[in-house]
Each structure stands twice: as C-alpha cells, then as structure tokens.
C-alpha cells in the first residue's frame, strides 16, 4: 500500500483546558478527497489547522506523506523542527481559508508570485507564465492586475486557490472556503474544486456543502465534540447515517 | 409592459434650497479674522522691515538647515529604532519585550527637555567615554565633551525620545493588521521575518504613516528645543540675533514664516506618500489638496464626493481561529 498522503492517529489538540480534539483518526491516500463536515465547535478546522502545523497538536501523531508534522523522531525522541523546515514542509501543502486571506495590497498576479518567487526562488519569469495560467484556469484571466478589494468575495477566494496551486503542493487544504461567500458565488469555488479533485489533487476539505461531499468526496468524516463519529463513503453516510448524531446533524443541514 | 421597460422619467430639476445663514455665518467669521490679522499687522510695536530685513539672512538660512538635518536624522533615528522597539515588544520571548517596555516607559516618562538637558551635561557624570573588548589591550578612549557634541546631543535627545513615540505608533500598525494575513503568509511557507517584511508591514503603513507625519512636523517644532544644548538651528540662531539688536517679537515672526513653510511642505508631502499606500484598499483614492482647493471654489453646493479611508478591520472573524 502506498504511503498515506496525510495520516493521523489518536490526534490530541487542547487550548488552555478546553479538549479540542480528543483522539482523532484518519488517513487520506494520494489521489483522495477526504471531505470533513460537523457542527461548528466540533474541531474541525483545528484539525485542519495541524495538518500544516498552524496549531501544534498535544498528543498522538500527525504525519504528511510520511513525515511527522512539526516533529522530528530519532530513536524514542522527538525533536521539535527549526522553523526553516516547518516553512519549507508548510510550502508543499496548500491552503484555502474561510475568509480567502489575500494580500490587499498586492495584485492579484502578485498574490500569486510572491511565494513561488520569494520562498521556492524560482524565476519570476517562470512564475508569471504560470500564474498567468492559474488565473485562465479558475476564470480570471482578465483580473491579473486588480487588487483584491476590487473582487467579488467567489473571485478572490478563486484567486486564494490559485495562489496555493501555484506552490505546486501535493495536498490542499480547504477550511470552509464557501462559507463567507453569497449563495450565488459559491457554485464557481466549487467547481473550481471538482476541476482540482479531477486533476488527482489530494484534497481535504471542511464543508457545510453536502452536495459537493457526495459528489466530489472519495470519503467523509463527521465529527463532533473533537473525535470522529462516523466515516464512509459520502454517499451511504449521507443517504443513511448510522449514528443518532450524524442524523441530527444532517437533517438540518440537508 | 414589465416594470424593467418602462423609460426613464425625467430628471428632478428643483429650485435649490437657500441658505441665508451660511452667507452670514460666513460673513461674520471672515469679518472677525481681518479685525484679528490687521490688529496685529499693524501693532505699534512690530516693525515689518525687520522681519523683511531678517526673513533672509543668512544666519537664519543657516540655521534652517540644521533645524532640518536634526529633524531627519532625529525622525530616521526614532523610525528605525521605533520599529526595533515595537518588534521586541511583540517578541514571544518576555526578556526582549519587557526590555522594550522598560525603554518606553523611561523616555515616554521624561520631559524631552529634560533628556536634552541629560545629553548637554552627559560629561558632568561620565568625564571620559570607552568603546573595548573586555579582557583586551583594545580599547578607544576620549572625554566626553569631544565625542558629545552639542549637535549629538541634541539627535540624542530628540531621536531617542521620538523612538518610544514611534514604536508605539509602529505596533498599533501591527497589531492592526488582522492575523488572517500572517496565516495565510506561513501556510505558503513564509518565515517569520519575511511575513513581518512583506505581509504586516505594508500593510501596518497605511495606519503607521499619518501619525508619523504628525511626528515629524511635531519634530520640526520640537527640535527648537534643542537650543538649550547651544546647536544653531532655528530658533537658536534668531534668540541669538534678537539678543543682539532687541528686535525680539520681529525675529519671533521670521522664525513663525519659516517653521509655517515648512510644516505645511511636510503636511503636502504626506497626504501624496498616503495616497501611496492606500492602493488597493480604499476603492476611491481621496481627493488631492488641490482637487479639493478646485472642488471648494466652483462645486461648493455638491454633497463631498469620497469620504475618508475605511479604517482597517481588527481581527475580524477571530471566533473561526479558535475552534
């Protein structure tokens, strides 16, 4: 079997005395689209948060394509990662936020630059094409010099994406990115995202979008409370939740 | 016929409302300003051919420049400094940021007169100054009096006192960036002093640089101070003159012109160096000086057209970080 593009085991996270998450368990293969829904408060998007080592995880293990997050482990030990290795395994993971978090005072164009030139310091030439060819890609060609305050919140939560493609990561991950978008701009986000799930990207993501987890996700977790209650393929655990939770979550977000 | 079809209707030409009051509300305060300004213009005691006589001499030109050399070098002392400071005061690490607050604490606390002062008489209580290498034969010595300048001790003064006011200044323009930009910087891989230098720190400028503009032309007047530590700037050189030939309000006007011109110089430069970095964040860039001089004169009557900037947003959707 191939190595698990994210794997994690008996995760614990805790803020001050608050258990955010408590015990989590999961592996997502390469390839795979893991879509992670749940009441808000449930730890989701702290879950999501330690895959990229936004929020150091307080016990159990978390690695990415087989390699601790955050920790390094020799013999029975485990070192703590200098921030220089931290950036560069944050590099090779992307990642969209709820609120798209773009750089106002940069263009779209230069949103998308800035990392791939200043972090990977590859060529800006390189770069520009390829950004250029993000933007065609989610539907903006005609916005590479506008700044973000001149989009609409689905273009820039667009341009969020391209902004973590052009990384060239080999996981994304997605907290919530239609949540803080009209109803009307979420459809182009999504499909944005079913062109990624397409292309093979290894994707998680944490969704209110019941309707893009069943049909897009490979698999689906629901959790509650910080521990996983029930997993599967989207399709049966949507059309028939096994646990009283799951039921009473789904039939009011469905 | 759908509503969506139906023509326009004409447009509402209304006769203007009238404001009587604002002609005479106008009339009174302008009135009341030429009784102010020509009771002083033409006050039995100021002679006007002095100030003419003096507005150019060359000692006061002289002493222009260096009021303006100290307020450079004392503004680019407390920026940088003032940076460095607010960047300790944020550090995780409690040494480094109690340093800083200590810092803040002493030079916000005591008159800048009194610091000035402090610099001036610095060779009452260290007669000799030495720059070594403990356990060495390395070592620069010199009395005090030598290396402290009147002109340093007055950069002293004035630039170490601007570096407590700058520093707060530069971290309210930090932490008013929201944290979202510092996440979304390290989850493209970016170390913590490039996030600082291409992320925060752009944006801290647009809440940064007003208040900084209001230091530096409160610098300009501040440095006057520094005519107790004996450098010729300003208002030095025109105590000295008036010492001299008893003109004393007259030279008190020529330094008043001079310090007026340059205030307002710096008040035009600012506004540009806002506009500068209000891109990208205010949809309408506010009107220049001159657009709205032009505005007042001939669209008095129309409602004004951009309002000021929208202030940042502070830690908008924290409640999303925390779960």
Redesign the interface.
């Known amino acids: 079997m191939a190595t698990p593009m994210v794997l994690a085991e008996a995760v614990h996270k805790c803020y001050g005395r608050l258990e955010v998450l408590r015990g989590i368990d999961l592996s997502v293969a390469p390839r795979e689209v893991l879509c992670i829904v749940g009441p808000s408060g449930s730890g989701k998007s702290t879950f999501l948060r330690c895959i990229n080592h936004l929020e150091k995880i307080d016990a159990g293990r978390l690695s990415v394509d087989g390699e601790l997050v955050g920790y390094r482990q020799r013999g029975d030990k485990i070192y703590e990662l200098p921030d220089r290795e931290v950036c560069r395994k944050r590099s090779e993971i992307g990642m969209v936020f709820q609120r798209f978090n773009l750089f106002p005072h940069m263009t779209a164009l230069e949103n998308i630059m800035e990392a791939p030139v200043r972090v990977k310091g590859e060529p800006q030439k390189v770069v520009e094409e390829r950004g250029r060819s993000l933007l065609a890609r989610v539907g903006l060609a005609d916005k590479v010099d506008v700044y973000p305050n001149h989009l609409s919140g689905g273009q820039q939560q667009r341009v969020a994406i391209a902004r973590a493609l052009a990384m060239q990561p080999k996981l994304m991950l997605f907290d919530e990115p239609t949540s803080a978008l009209d109803p009307e701009l979420v459809g182009d986000v999504l499909d944005v995202m079913r062109g990624l799930a397409q292309d093979g990207m290894t994707m998680v993501v944490v969704t209110h979008e019941m309707g893009f987890a069943r049909e897009v996700g490979d698999s689906l977790v629901f959790m509650d409370g910080g521990v996983i209650v029930e997993s599967g393929n989207p399709r049966e655990v949507l059309a028939n939740p096994q646990h009283e939770r799951t039921r009473a979550f789904l039939s009011k977000v469905l | 016929m759908a509503a969506g079809e139906r023509s326009r209707p004409e447009a509402i030409k209304a006769i203007p409302l009238r404001h009587p009051w604002r002609w005479v509300s106008a009339i009174v305060v302008l009135a009341l300003a030429a009784a102010a300004l020509y009771t002083f213009a033409t006050a039995p005691g100021l002679d006007w051919r002095v100030v003419g006589q003096y507005l150019f001499f060359p000692q006061i030109l002289r002493g222009i420049v260096v009021t303006l050399e100290l307020t450079v070098i004392a503004m680019v002392i407390g920026v940088v400094l003032g940076v460095l400071l607010a960047v300790m005061r944020l550090s995780a690490n409690p040494v480094v940021s109690t340093v800083s607050w200590f810092y803040i604490w002493f030079f916000r606390g005591t008159p800048v007169l009194v610091q000035l002062f402090f610099w001036y008489n610095l060779a009452l209580i260290l007669p000799h100054l030495s720059v070594g290498i403990p356990f060495t034969h390395i070592e620069w010595v010199g009395t005090t009096n030598q290396i402290v300048s009147p002109f340093l001790a007055a950069i002293l003064g004035l630039g170490l006192n601007e570096a407590a006011y700058m520093s707060e200044v530069v971290r309210a323009g930090i932490i008013s960036v929201?944290q979202?930009?510092t996440?979304?910087?390290?989850?493209?891989?970016?170390?913590?002093v490039?996030v600082m230098r291409?992320?925060v720190l752009?944006?801290a400028m647009r809440v940064i640089l007003p208040p900084t503009g209001n230091e530096t032309i409160s610098m300009l007047k501040t440095s006057s101070l520094a005519y107790i530590t004996t450098v010729a700037e300003l208002f030095y050189v025109q105590t000295e003159i008036s010492n001299a030939n008893f003109s004393v309000v007259e030279l008190l006007v020529v330094a008043s012109i001079w310090y007026l011109l340059m205030t307002s110089i710096l008040t035009f430069g600012q506004y540009y160096l806002e506009r500068y970095f209000a891109?990208?964040?205010a949809?309408l860039l506010p009107l220049t000086p001159l657009q709205r001089f032009r505005r007042m004169l001939f669209h008095f009557h129309d409602p004004p057209p951009v309002g000021p900037f929208e202030p940042p947003p502070i830690y908008?959707?924290h409640e999303?970080r925390?779960?």
Not at chain 2, 183 to 192: D, P, S, V, W
Request: a positive charge; glycine letters at 12%; zero cysteines.
């Open positions: 929201d979202g930009q996440e979304a910087a390290q989850a493209l891989g970016m170390a913590r490039r291409r992320i752009p944006q891109r990208g964040s949809r908008p959707h999303d925390i779960i």
